[in-house]
């Protein structure tokens, strides 16, 4: 069976973007890459909600996002993907499907199917709808040792408490620390 995996980098204020959705406060370098690529590895499906569609496919099938780095372009690329948006009419980067809306009843088929498991990056409108349908079934948090003030927080409108159940959590020599929690 499938997990259903949030994979995002946050604030230590829990923002995973700025005010109007900037993400220059991400703290990459090379250790970072390398896990990145190790997480790619475990996905066979992404998930994206439409804006952060835009910014992928607007970046990863470039000669720039392809030069400047060749294996996660690759993976970006290949992979399966399903943009969840009312407003686009069509989806053109590779391996990308259209849907109109989320039917959990689809997302549970999906979780059921063999194979590696599905990431949602960004998307927090996404995010905020399948925490609320109970869908998820892992968040792994990368958190990024900046205090922004005011942004975008991933989960919102949530109704009643999700408890969660750390899994791991690794500290990056940069200063993020990843942590893994599951709903299950």
């Not at 220059?24 to 804006?51: C, K, P, Y």
């Not at 892992?138 to 009643?160: A, H, S």
Request: glycine content about 6%; proline content about 3%; aromatic content about 10%.
């Amino acid at each position: 069976m499938k997990k259903l995996i949030v994979f995002n980098m946050i604030t230590v204020d829990g923002f995973f973007a700025g005010p109007n959705g900037e993400i220059d406060w991400h703290n990459v370098d090379a250790e970072f890459n390398d896990f990145a690529i190790e997480q790619l590895d475990t996905f066979d499906t992404l998930m994206f909600g439409r804006v952060t569609y835009d910014l992928m496919a607007s970046y990863w099938p470039t000669p720039q996002g392809v030069k400047d780095d060749p294996v996660v372009a690759e993976k970006m690329n290949s992979l399966r993907k399903i943009v969840f948006s009312k407003s686009l009419q069509k989806v053109g980067w590779q391996n990308s499907e259209l849907k109109k809306e989320i039917v959990a009843e689809e997302i549970e088929r999906m979780k059921q199917e063999s194979g590696k498991d599905i990431a949602i990056f960004g998307s927090g409108a996404i995010v905020s709808a399948l925490t609320r349908l109970r869908l998820i079934d892992e968040y792994r948090f990368i958190v990024n040792p900046v205090i922004l003030g005011k942004g975008k927080l991933m989960i919102t409108d949530l109704k009643e408490r999700l408890n969660l159940t750390l899994v791991s959590s690794k500290t990056f020599k940069s200063g993020n620390v990843l942590v893994i929690y599951r709903t299950r």
